[in-house]
């Protein structure tokens, strides 16, 4: 090339290169390493190679592009505009050709043939690098005098079009191949799966024609929830979306559970693995059906879990999961074929499991970590998913960390006297006066707040049946605000003075958020439930804080359906997460999930995501002496011994009963004060 070349830029990557007048713009895209689909190999019928020209003058870039500077529409774009839609302003950059100076747009969303779109939930713009391609190729008649089989000479034209040298087939494929291309009149689309830059390339699917779309799945099994994704590998759209409940519930509620079921149980593991993978039959059912797609057209799978989701959807017995040291049967990503697990899809269709970053920390931190991408920040990040076992990370791009609390299940409501899950019926979010002490609660299911018109009927028709997570939080915070607990979280019997919703329970007291039918109280044993689970976490996170040698966060995501409801000020003000400038607290929705997709539409991520997870540090918490040090100061709403000033900016917390300074002094003399700790 010479300086003279025209300069082509190309968005929204930013890279740039200069090329010989006359050459294709997909060529360039390629030389530059700037992903565009194609199908068809360049013969214009495929339509993926669809780009755009941004005219103007980019001072920043020193280039004028204009769609003078590109080929006229030729005869090529011009059938394939006639038979197909080719959006105005798109061009086929197969065919278009660079005359000058150039900014590229490409699309990340190229729809083709008008198949029924949504929205991400997440709008997240994923750039495609499949570990699946489709590739279009014409191949050459049998000849007597030329001895090659119909398969060799399959292969001989994928190596001419597509440079793919040392090819493989896979063996379900050789029985058909003969009879695939005489359908195909020659022409025939192979799909090529390639994963690891290591591996050869491999033919797992073959189709009669130009077959223009494939499909892949990313699925989080969560241990209550299983929510699916089906994409297109073509166009990187969701095409559909299901979720269901995780109906090994019936087995066990928690994880730990589900574990003593198979060791008490000889068909345990058995029931637990199929009951999965029916449920993950029934969701492809449903998102094919919603995206009218064929469960054969689906290619490519990627799956995630935390290590017992993980071990029993593979058929692994988890049981070592059970107890220390917690070992995983094999820590490293998964590569496999769906028919081996009970999936039946094409006969092709490949699967890929996400490392697991330990023994409690699984598949889906590590996808919530690709997600949110801690390891590629200068900002110090902690990322929580609040389950019955929190799996936490925290680090930046210089080092990542990451371990596991054992929160147990009272941030689901279990183990709290008038806890419930989040359903209609569930108070979802709670105020209390600090002088009247009277409650403000809202329902999920019911508009108005407890003090506004119309909510009475709303409650008499819906009903008011318990506490959800978000709430058990915000009432254990709210009755902390109002003096109604201590920072000790002792229910001040003096309050009933004052209030009679502070009802004496034997030697303790309650609180009286809601009376009705039921009666919704929150006793003095669901207040202590809430401060082990949040001491729990909060000492791992303190954990991971010392192994980075580090007294603040900068940034917290708090992952998973729980992370998404709660409050982030009153997760603060219950101490369950440490300090931090609220603004860089945020829900980060089902960050495992996202990463799924992100490995199901660019296998770079699943290098990315096996590198970090070979760097991450793992803490056991168990083994950790301070682990319990960090717990018992964790118990004191917020804490004991760490302060929280930027909580403190925006909200009035009650005096501590005993000082920073003494505490510290305590801490380092080695002395802890114990006081109402029995109660
Ligand atoms: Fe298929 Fe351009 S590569 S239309």
């Known amino acids: ?125 994923i750039e495609r690098d499949c570990a699946v391609h489709m590739c279009y190729v014409e191949v050459e008649e049998p ?9 060799d000479r399959l292969v001989a034209a994928l190596a001419a079009d597509w440079k793919l040298e040392n090819l493989d087939v896979d063996f379900h494929l050789i029985p058909q191949v003969q009879k695939i291309l005489r359908q195909g009149e020659w022409k025939v689309t192979a799909a090529i799966h390639r994963d690891e830059a290591t591996d050869r390339p491999r033919i797992i699917a073959l189709y009669p024609g130009l077959k223009n779309e494939a499909y892949g799945i990313a699925c989080d099994i969560g241990s209550t929830t299983i929510a699916m994704h089906l994409s297109s590998l073509l166009s990187g759209r969701t095409v559909a979306s299901a979720g269901t409940s995780n109906p090994q519930i019936r087995f066990g509620e928690d994880l730990m559970s589900r574990v003593s079921y198979v060791m008490m149980n000889p068909d345990g593991r058995e029931g637990m693995t199929l009951a999965v993978r029916e449920a993950l039959n029934g969701l492809i059912d449903r998102v094919c059906a919603e995206g009218n797609v064929s469960r054969t057209d689906i290619l490519d799978t990627v799956f995630v879990g935390n290590p017992i989701m993980h071990h029993l959807f593979l058929g692994i017995d988890p049981t070592e999961l059970g107890g220390a040291p917690f070992a995983l049967a094999v820590s490293g990503a998964i590569h496999l074929k769906s028919a081996e697990i009970g999936l039946p899809l094409n006969a092709g269709t490949r699967v890929y499991m996400l490392p697991c970053i ?78 009247t002490l009277e409650p403000r609660v809202r329902v999920i299911g019911i508009e108005p707040w407890s003090d506004e018109p119309g909510f009475a009927e709303a409650a008499a028709e819906v009903g008011v049946t318990g506490i959800c997570g978000s ?47 039921p009666r919704i109280t929150v006793t003095q044993t669901d207040v202590r439930a809430i401060q082990l689970a949040k001491a729990a976490l909060y000492a791992g996170i303190k954990l991971l804080m010392d192994k980075q040698g580090i007294d603040h966060v900068d940034r917290i995501g708090l992952a998973g359906a729980f992370g998404t409801f709660i409050d982030p000020k009153y997760a603060m003000i219950l101490g369950l997460i440490p300090d931090c400038d609220l603004e860089h607290v945020k829900a980060v929705g ?54 929280f000033p930027n909580l403190a900016r925006i909200v009035t917390l009650p005096e501590r009963t005993l000082s920073l300074e003494d505490a510290s002094a305590d801490n380092g003399g080695g002395r802890r004060r114990r006081r109402n700790r029995d109660t």
């Open 143 to 151: 000849d007597m005098h030329k001895p090659l089989g119909d398969l």
């Open 590 to 643: 089902n960050a495992a999930g996202t990463g799924a997709r992100m490995c199901l539409l660019n296998r770079g991520y699943r290098r990315e995501i096996e590198e970090t997870v070979s760097r991450i540090e793992k803490i056991e918490t168990a083994l950790e002496p301070k682990f319990q040090e960090h717990f018992v100061y964790a118990m004191a709403l917020p804490n004991k011994v760490d302060a």
């Open 358 to 435: 330990a023994g409690h920390v699984g598949a889906d931190a590590a996808a919530a970590t690709l997600t949110e991408g801690p390891h590629r920040q200068d900002d110090m990040m902690l990322l929580v998913d609040i389950g019955t076992n929190a799996e936490i990370v925290l680090g930046n791009r210089t080092r990542t960390v990451a371990a596991s609390s054992p929160t147990g299940p009272a941030f689901e409501g279990a183990e709290i006297s008038s806890g419930q899950r989040a359903a209609p019926g569930a108070i979802e979010r709670v105020r209390i006066d600090p002088l």
């Open 1 to 125: 090339m010479t300086k003279t070349d025209p300069l082509v830029l190309f968005m929204p990557s930013g890279k740039r290169g200069r090329f010989a007048v006359g050459t294709s713009v997909l060529d360039a895209a390629r030389t530059l390493g700037v992903y565009v689909e194609s199908v068809c190999g360049g013969r214009a019928t495929c339509g993926r190679c669809q780009v755009s020209v941004q005219e103007g003058h980019f001072a920043k870039h020193q280039i004028t592009s204009s769609n003078d500077h590109i080929s006229p529409i030729g005869a090529k774009e011009q059938r394939y505009a006639s038979v197909r839609d080719l959006p105005d302003g798109r061009r086929l950059s197969c065919s278009a050709q660079i005359l000058g100076d150039l900014v590229i747009d490409v699309p990340q969303d190229t729809v083709v043939n008008a198949q029924v779109v949504r929205k991400d939930s997440d709008g997240r713009v």
């Open 471 to 517: 709430a058990i939080i915000e009432v254990v915070a709210e009755m902390y605000l109002a003096g109604i607990i201590s920072e000790d979280g002792v229910v001040d019997g003096a309050m009933a003075e004052r209030s009679p919703r502070i009802e004496q329970k034997g030697r303790t007291f309650s609180y009286l958020l809601f009376d009705g039918e």
